[in-house]
């Protein structure tokens, strides 16, 4: 009983393609997150959702777009896939959205390569 | 603009000894510290947090030390073992203001037995 479930793990396409990687929660949390891991290893957020609500949306390219079809689901679907674009994704959790003792609980990943 | 550094990338240490991960942070808004492990092909899971408050915290073998003057929070590990050897990311909050977690690059620890 995985807690964030990320699918794919793996994701190898051609430039300009579209692409969707979904992501699940079975902790009941109210706040769910898109980070990207780039070459340089540095965690960097996306988005972040607060019961199906966009909060945090940062300097991402709007090919980039997430959904929230409910609490426990935040998926990222990819539009005109750059080399760029290649890292790995990973998809987290936390049990609210702001305040300490707030840690988030991280999916396994998806390695992106676009080729 | 790193406000969360890891300014070694990694660190090798036998097993029985201690590891010490060192973290630096430039936002004087932080009040809230996270480290968290990662395994190959795995996401990180949240290892300990120290909150501005206190200047240390302490579970099990894992102690995290924040010195709030010199903007630096260490992670003790002691003793280490081989199942320690991980990547280790550092992550600060403002958890008044913008309260998603700024993440360092991380350290590859490494336990040798």
């Known amino acids: 009983d995985t807690a964030v479930s990320q699918t794919p793990k793996y994701l190898v396409t051609q430039m300009g393609n579209d692409k969707s990687i979904k992501c699940e929660q079975n902790?009941?949390?109210?706040?769910m997150y898109w980070y990207k891991q780039d070459s340089k290893k540095f965690l960097k957020i996306m988005f972040s959702?607060?019961?199906?609500?966009?909060?945090i949306n940062e300097t991402v390219p709007n090919r980039f777009s997430p959904k929230s079809p409910d609490k426990a689901h935040l998926n990222l679907h990819i539009n005109s896939l750059e080399l760029g674009d290649s890292a790995v994704y990973f998809c987290?959790?936390?049990?609210?959205?702001?305040?300490?003792?707030?840690?988030?609980?991280f999916g396994p990943g998806t390695r992106l390569t676009v080729l | 603009d790193q406000q969360v550094k890891q300014n070694s990338p990694s660190l090798s240490v036998q097993e029985g000894r201690i590891s010490i991960l060192n973290c630096d942070y430039t936002?004087?808004?932080?009040?809230?510290f996270l480290w968290y492990k990662k395994y190959p092909a795995e996401g990180p899971t949240f290892l300990i947090s120290?909150?501005?408050?206190?200047d240390k915290n302490e579970d099990g073998r894992f102690t995290v030390f924040l010195n709030k003057s010199a903007k630096h929070l260490s992670l003790h590990i002691v003793p280490s073992q081989p199942g320690d050897s991980a990547v280790y990311f550092c992550a600060a909050s403002d958890t008044g203001g913008s309260y998603i977690p700024t993440f360092g690059r991380g350290t590859s620890l490494i336990v040798h037995p």
């Open positions: 902790l009941g949390h109210d706040t």
């Open positions: 936002n004087s808004m932080f009040d809230y």
């Open positions: 987290a959790s936390s049990p609210r959205l702001a305040g300490a003792y707030n840690e988030q609980f």
């Open positions: 959702y607060n019961n199906k609500e966009l909060i």
């Open positions: 120290i909150s501005s408050i206190k």
